[in-house]
């Protein structure tokens, strides 16, 4: 079975407008192309293959949205440079720091940071 979805997740949003204007940004620095499906969910698209990277939402059942203890959102990068980028972008985006750039586990190399709403994102390189 094929599928077209690749590493697709969603975060939940309480102020749609400020979420989308922090992705819309931060996700400038891969060249991803926004999407809004409808006026609960806006997507974020890959340029090589209209592939979905990330959505917002507001939550469906109306009620507040939250972020998950040890829920996180991973987003792969082409090298450390792009990590660091991406990590710097969010910082200056309102993002709180939670881990700044730097070699981890074996090849791993990732920055980590919490978006407007509480949603733990990692930027990462995984140069085996």
Known sequence: MATKLKHYSTLGTNDKDAAENF???LLSLIDAIKFPANDRITMWLSP???SVI???AVPYNGEQA???????K?????????????????????????GEPGQRA?????????????????FFNFDA
């Open 23 to 25: 992705y819309n940004e």
């Open 48 to 50: 090589e293959d209209n």
């Open 54 to 56: 990330l959505a917002i």
């Open 66 to 72: 939250s972020s998950g203890n040890g829920t996180m």
């Open 74 to 98: 991973g987003i792969a990068l082409d090298s450390k440079e792009e990590v660091d980028a991406m990590y710097a972008k969010a910082i200056s985006l309102g993002a709180k720091d939670d």
């Open 106 to 122: 074996g090849a791993f190399y990732g920055a980590y940071v919490y978006d407007l709403d509480g949603n733990k994102l990692t």
